[in-house]
């Protein structure tokens, strides 16, 4: 069923823009992302979406641009995710590919664009390798890196005299590059790591770390895992009276997708950063609205609202570059400032990394929220300046 | 002393040890459906562990368009799987008794894709949430660790299950036939009991078993088509370990490697997915039959 | 299978009965096969077919141990995976060209062969499937775990190179003939090895072990070399895909890949020359055409195994070969 409404979605959409006789460039965007697995609900068809949004805001067929948005999933696996990055390019003529949630997926479509001279718009995934030492001149990272979350959440968490951290590590790349960008972090603060645990990737009992991160005495428990692992996680730790015995549990990947599939009983308290949330101001409003009629209710992740904004962005640097050649536009991209609703201004730096603002975090209690999806307090705003790794620190060999 | 060289305190390692004879319930009510149903339609039923997702996702069912609550589900489920059960049993599996092991093993694993590609299509992956029933609620302050309610009783109910089903069949009359038709089915048909019959029934049970332990797992992980996929090749080689067909074998092998996984946890984390099969290739090699196993 | 009771081995419809040289229907087969796969690049895409390619040898390797030693290993994944990751590194770290790291991935399917094999052909039947099942996952567990495999991300960016260090692989069209080339060698081999006297003893004892015991021959020893002759051109297979794709992953070494390629044996039909080959045909194009359904690939592929199983056990090129009456 739903694959049939994405089906004629799709053919409407792309059966609105086509009839563009006038159009001087066409442009054909992949979407690609977890369409079944377990990073569905936060990227997924509402990255889709997202991206339809953004060819609608630009007006692109007024501007003489038709565009084409295709979608696959890639299972969140980095040889599939290869496979059709390669085949979009080679075949399909694809010009930019989207989202891309999984680092090791992202990895995979970062290589594969760099070979073909395509562009490609990172907003799912995390690891801070690809604006450092696999930096591409071909893509852009939007949403958020794990050397940000780190940074968000570790700081803050050091502050309120959170100081001393357990790590529950997903055992894969992700996980690892999480727990050290944020050990790094929390030392720099004067804060001490006791000890960390790696868990197999997926995960269903975490009890038994758990409980060997009790057993630790650290103040904090921190979640350097995400999706499924997180949620599983946070539950046990409710049912087992960790947070209750006072440790505090920290995600540091924490979608609005998650919460809302915890729920505030037991989510509530989680300290996170996020880039983007519905509920942050007029404009984030007004642009969610539009999101949830289109996603059946659901309400936009940051992830969704980074696809949008990267793919904003691009449309504008094809208009000013006046063509889709791959290094004329990421030239426009890097050197236009960034300016949409959903991040409000920011620019892209050399190394292909967004800067913009973060925002902290807290879960509301149950008794605090006004209803579904109004999960999030602002604890505190991470001004653009100081949320991202400096620009010497990443290795990049774009940096000279 | 002994704690000091494993760098544990006593009271982790007691926690570590009761969280894997938690673990290992799951494992013993599983293996002893798997085990039961080989050892009469000697079948590798592959379907085992989408069977278990099947009982979660039952329970998740009737409590969200009947409201029938947890024990209502704890009995409910495992009849409706077992009744598919049987309904697959009699339509397809029925048809490879006089064929190798491995049609067997390929039609149930074909059947599991099935099971989990149609829910995944309905229900998509992230999970559905289950609540733990309010009497079962809030947990025990063990000293060494706080012990969940519910985990506890997991442990009581795999115990008398598996218990009673070990009783039933190596105790009762029932039991007796159904032994019996295992070493030689030929001759219990002649004594005017009905074989088919009761091969049928016992994958029905089997089954039943599986969605069991899927409704007592709905509460503990969150219910997800995935939820068995991977969980069946462990469940497997536990059978493999405790030996093919072998009741007790399965149930002690269970808690067993439970608890073996559990300690894996303490000392070396990453490999606690692995150690299974390690044990499955050593005592594969050196003890053909299993450790409980009756054949050669 | 016929219609009797069998509960010996693996099914085997119609057993080549080999004379001397290849029949004379094989050999037109091989020569349309061929044709076919000399203008394919021109009508599709090559990485495609490259794809297509490696897995067809891969199906074949995995038949000649279970359609012809009668052998069902539930964990080929681990030759084919860990050749792919071997010769990724080569190429990658060591900067050998595609050649001497494919060779160099085969030779790791081969050692691991040798080793596992020797202990797994202790055991028979389910028994065995369950011992190289184990391997497998502990194969698995050390790509998850090595620093070289590079876990989750696995090993990306594997360069092409140049073949001899001369002629660039740059160009799918140079890529792809060198890729035919192998698979064809390789399918070459396979067929000659069902056909030497040493198939012939590997029947004798798929039939019945132990009257070709009773006959003299070293039962253990034929197994084991079936058994290392299988990893091997698995692990040929698993490097080629490693220099295709640029990639090494997980999922070369995951159990689902040892499920796959049993599939694509059964579909196509076990113990038949030509099976394999339409076998991983089928699947290989099936997943490529049907990705963007999602959920209904698996349900696909489960609805396959259960009409394979229950309607024809001898697969496509069985019921083929069966309505011909010419063993294919």
């Known amino acids: 069923m739903k694959k049939l409404k994405f089906l004629s979605a799709l053919a409407l959409s792309t059966a609105l823009m086509a009839p563009a006789a006038v159009a001087e460039i066409s442009v054909k965007i992949g979407v690609l992302n977890d369409r079944s697995g377990v990073y569905a609900d936060l990227s997924g068809e509402g990255s889709v979406i997202a991206a339809r949004m953004a060819v609608e805001d630009f007006d692109a067929e007024a501007k003489g641009i038709t565009v084409e948005i295709i979608s696959a999933d890639h299972q969140n696996k980095p040889d599939v995710a290869s496979n059709i990055a390669r085949q979009w390019y080679d075949e399909d003529d694809v010009d930019v590919i989207a989202d891309v949630p999984t680092s090791s997926a992202a990895l995979a479509v970062n290589d594969i664009t760099r070979e073909k001279q395509g562009v490609f718009l990172v907003s799912g995934a995390a690891t801070s390798d690809l604006t450092g030492s696999a930096c591409s001149p071909y893509t852009v990272h939007w949403t958020y890196d794990t050397w940000a979350l780190a940074n968000g959440t570790g700081r803050a968490m050091v502050e309120v005299g959170g100081d001393s951290w357990f790590f529950l590590t997903a055992d894969y790349a992700f996980g690892h590059a999480l727990e050290a960008d944020t050990s790094a972090v929390i030392e720099a603060n004067g804060g001490t790591v006791v000890g960390s645990v790696r868990h197999p990737f997926p995960g269903q009992d975490f009890s038994s770390f758990l409980l060997q991160a009790q057993a630790s005495g650290a103040k904090v428990i921190g979640l350097a895992n995400a999706g499924g692992d997180t949620i599983n996680s946070v539950k046990q730790a409710a049912e087992f009276g960790i947070t209750q015995a006072g440790q505090a549990l920290a995600g540091l990947l924490v979608f609005i997708t998650d919460v809302h599939a915890l729920g505030l009983e037991t989510a509530q308290g989680l300290v996170l950063t996020e880039s983007f949330y519905w509920d942050l101001n007029d404009d984030t409003r007004a642009w969610s609205d539009r999101f949830s009629e289109a996603a059946g209710g659901q309400k936009p992740t940051m992830v969704h609202a980074g696809v949008y904004g990267s793919v904003l962005h691009y449309l504008k640097a094809v208009e000013a570059a006046g063509t889709k050649e791959s290094d004329a536009v990421m030239a426009m991209m890097k050197e236009m400032p960034t300016d949409d609703p959903l991040f409000g201004q920011g620019e892209i730096r050399v190394d292909g990394r967004k800067i913009h603002d973060m925002y902290l975090f807290e879960v509301k209690s149950p008794d605090e929220s006004a209803g579904p999806w109004d999960y999030y307090k602002l604890l505190n705003t991470i001004p653009a300046a100081n949320a991202w790794r400096p620009l010497e620190d990443g290795n990049c060999p774009l940096v000279q | 002393m002994l704690f000091d060289l494993l760098g544990i305190t006593p009271q982790a390692l007691f926690g570590q040890l009761l969280l894997g004879l938690i673990n290992g319930s799951f494992y013993a009510l599983l293996s002893l459906g798997l085990a039961i149903i080989f050892g009469l339609l000697n079948i590798i039923n592959f379907t085992h562990g989408a069977q278990y997702m099947l009982g979660a996702f039952c329970a998740w069912l009737l409590l969200h368009y009947f409201g029938l609550g947890y024990w209502w589900a704890l009995i409910l489920a495992p009849i409706i799987v077992g009744i598919t059960g049987i309904i697959i049993e009699r339509l397809l599996v029925s048809r490879l008794y006089h064929l190798d092991h491995l049609y067997g093993l390929l039609l149930t694993f074909g059947l599991a894709l099935i099971m989990q590609g149609l829910l995944r299509n309905e229900f998509g992956i992230s999970g559905l949430p289950y609540n733990i029933p309010s009497e079962l609620s809030g947990g025990q302050n063990l000293g060494f660790m706080f012990l969940p309610n519910y985990r506890g009783w997991v442990v009581v109910a795999s115990l008398i299950v598996c218990l009673a089903t070990w009783y039933m069949i190596e105790r009762t009359r029932l039991g007796a036939y159904l032994r019996a038709a295992t070493e030689n089915p030929t001759l219990v048909g002649a004594f005017g009991i009905n074989v088919p019959r009761m091969i049928t029934l016992t994958y029905g049970f089997g089954v039943a078993l599986a969605a069991f332990a899927g409704v007592l797992a709905a509460p503990i992980y969150s219910v997800n088509p995935n939820m068995g996929a991977d969980l069946i090749i462990v469940v497997f080689a536990v059978v493999v370990i405790g030996g093919m067909g072998s009741i007790l074998g399965s149930i002690l092998t269970g808690f067993g490697l439970g608890i073996i996984e559990g300690l894996t946890r303490v000392f070396y984390p990453e490999g606690s997915s692995v150690v299974i099969f390690v044990i499955m290739a050593i005592v594969l090699l050196v003890k053909p039959a299993g450790l409980f196993g009756r054949r050669a | ?328």
């Not at chain 3, 081995?9 to 004379?19: D, N, V």
Request: aromatic share 12%; proline share 3%.
């Open chain 3, 1 to 328: 299978m016929s219609d009797t009771t069998d509960t010996s081995a693996i099914a085997t419809p119609l057993a080549a009965k080999e004379g001397a040289g290849m029949p004379r229907h094989h050999a037109y087969i091989f020569l349309a096969l061929l044709a076919f796969a000399l203008i394919a690049p021109f009508l599709l895409y090559p990485v495609f077919l490259m794809k297509v390619l490696c897995f067809v040898l891969f199906a074949c390797a995995f038949n000649l141990l279970l359609g012809y030693g009668g052998l069902l290993s539930f964990g080929h994944a681990a030759y084919f995976g860990s050749a792919s990751y071997v010769a990724a590194h080569a190429a990658k770290v060591w900067g050998l060209t595609p050649e001497l790291a494919i060779i160099c991935g085969t030779g790791a399917a081969f050692v691991l062969g040798v080793l596992f094999g020797s202990l797994a052909i202790r055991r028979q039947g389910i028994y065995f499937a369950m011992v190289t099942l184990a391997f497998a996952q502990m194969v698995y567990f050390f790509a998850l775990q090595a620093p070289f495999t590079g876990g989750e991300d696995g090993i990306q960016g594997v360069p092409r190179g140049d073949l001899f260090g001369v002629l660039s692989l740059q160009s799918d069209f140079a890529l792809y003939f060198v890729v035919l080339a192998i698979v064809a060698a390789g399918i070459l081999l396979i067929y000659r090895i069902i056909h030497s006297p040493f198939g012939q003893v590997l029947k004798a004892i798929r039939e019945n072990e132990d009257r070709a015991i009773s006959l003299g021959y070293r039962v253990n020893q034929y197994k084991l070399a079936v058994f290392v002759l299988s990893a091997t051109l698995a692990g040929l297979a698993g490097g080629t895909k490693a220099m295709v794709f640029q990639l090494a992953s997980l999922t070369d070494v995951h159990w689902s890949m040892s499920g796959e390629v049993v599939l694509m044996a059964l579909l196509g039909g076990m113990g038949t020359v030509f099976g394999p080959i339409v076998g991983a045909v089928v699947i290989v194009t099936m997943q490529n055409y049907l990705a963007t359904l999602g959920a209904w690939v698996t349900i696909i592929q489960g609805t396959i195994f259960v009409i394979a199983v229950l309607l024809f056990r001898e697969g496509i090129v069985g019921v083929i070969g069966r309505w011909l009456k010419k063993p294919l």
